[in-house]
């Protein structure tokens, strides 16, 4: 990450708030020459094309080249790439957004619809934890939905095996107004006191321990509102302190950028990024999205995921696919996106260490489980097993 006038400081307050430092950092220029698997770099952000890059990353070289660059982007580039074409199936994509409209159909119905933290009340129709209920819900649909590659390749490169997926569905309705500017969890969530409260190296930890994307399920020309970005924004270290200040308000709404998206495209950036929502001005597009937060194993996801019930609902069809001829990478992305794949934190009286300085994780315990061919039942009792152990 680039250097501000404030990056040896121990603490960080609002007084080290300066537009002209953010000023100097935004208006770098991102070089598509730097990034060389980029096609090409619009409005300064970068964007891949998402079947080059699994050509390109095919080997276990290419593959940590390509991640290598990714990481560089998001953290002293332009903090966002999109990724053109991350499905290649659009069919998948389709049945996810029944699944999607479903749940806000379901929610609606039993008067549980839920508004948006950084919008207007009825702005938008969102449904939290949508990674719990599609899983439950309509499991075929999560496992390829969930096996896709591009997304299992950013996930791993900015955060590393063990991640924790994290989804909500957002839909902007023709006449949603725009979010306000923000920075995302975790210290994006909190007041400016509570986040000056950090010092200044968690200010910097903070965007590394989570990775927000979104996968656009319609086709979001800029009238339908697409997400409004400030490239290298997310360099500015007091940032956490500065996206509530007028001036730095006024200053995003004059220089931010929005780029379109087609229908299975994926947008990855840093958290730390300045964004908000678009203004949707169509007449008829209801913009939807599923948001991905992705969490770091060792840090905190802001959702409650009962991730043992998702394991339960997902297994049938896991050893299914691989009765069928699934990839063994294929399995891998969906329990990487459904179990958890930290041991911790545990009762280690109960759940001790067998083989190595941790138990085995609930991730673990469903891949045995379909290496081995376990029944249903059997993992059922066993998931509960670890629950049970892990409880003080």
């Known amino acids: 990450m680039l250097p501000t006038a404030t990056a040896s400081r121990a603490w960080l307050s609002e007084d080290d708030c300066s537009l002209d430092d953010l000023r100097s950092l935004v208006g770098q220029s991102t070089a598509v020459g730097d990034y060389p698997s980029a096609e090409a770099v619009e409005q300064n952000v970068l964007l891949y094309d998402s079947a080059r890059l699994r050509d390109l990353a095919a080997t276990r070289d290419g593959r940590r080249s390509v991640q290598a660059e990714l990481v560089r982007a998001l953290l002293d580039g332009p903090g966002i790439v999109v990724l053109q074409r991350a499905f290649t199936d659009g069919d998948i994509v389709d049945r996810a957004t029944a699944a999607f409209q479903a749940l806000i159909d379901e929610e609606r119905a ?42 299992a390749l950013i996930a791993d490169a900015w955060l590393g095996p063990g991640y924790q997926v994290t989804s909500q569905i957002n839909v902007v309705n023709p006449g949603g107004a ?82 379109p998206l087609a229908k299975a495209d994926a947008v990855f950036f840093n958290p730390a990024l300045f964004h908000a929502a678009g203004h949707n001005r169509s007449a008829d597009i209801r913009r939807m999205a599923n948001l991905l937060q992705i969490n770091s194993a060792f840090g905190r996801a802001m959702e409650t995921v009962d991730r043992e019930a998702m394991a339960n609902a997902l297994f049938p ?76």
């Open 110 to 151: 039993a008067g549980t619809a839920r508004g948006d933290h950084f919008a207007q009340p009825g702005a938008n129709d969102r449904v939290w934890n949508a990674l719990e209920k599609m899983a439950v819900r309509s499991p075929e649909v999560f496992a390829d939905y969930y096996a896709n590659d591009m997304l």
């Open 178 to 259: 725009a979010q306000s500017v923000h920075r995302d969890y975790h210290l994006g969530f909190l007041s400016q006191d509570q986040a000056a409260a950090y010092p200044a190296h968690v200010h910097r930890l903070s965007p590394v321990l989570t990775l927000q994307g979104a996968v656009a399920h319609c086709d979001m020309p800029v009238e339908s509102g697409p997400t409004l970005y400030l490239p290298h924004s997310q360099k500015y270290e007091p940032g956490y302190l500065a996206w509530r200040r007028h001036e730095f308000i006024d200053y995003f709404e004059r220089h931010h950028i929005q780029l």
């Open 317 to 392: 069809v896991l050893l299914r696919r691989k009765a069928e001829g699934a990839s063994e990478e294929w399995l891998r992305r969906v329990v990487a996106a459904s179990a958890e794949g930290y041991p911790f934190p545990t009762n280690l009286d109960l759940d001790p260490p067998v083989d190595g300085l941790a138990p085995p994780s609930q991730a673990d315990t469903v891949w045995q489980a379909l290496n081995e061919g376990w029944s249903p039942d059997r993992l059922r009792q066993e998931l509960q097993a670890g629950t049970e152990r892990r409880q003080s």
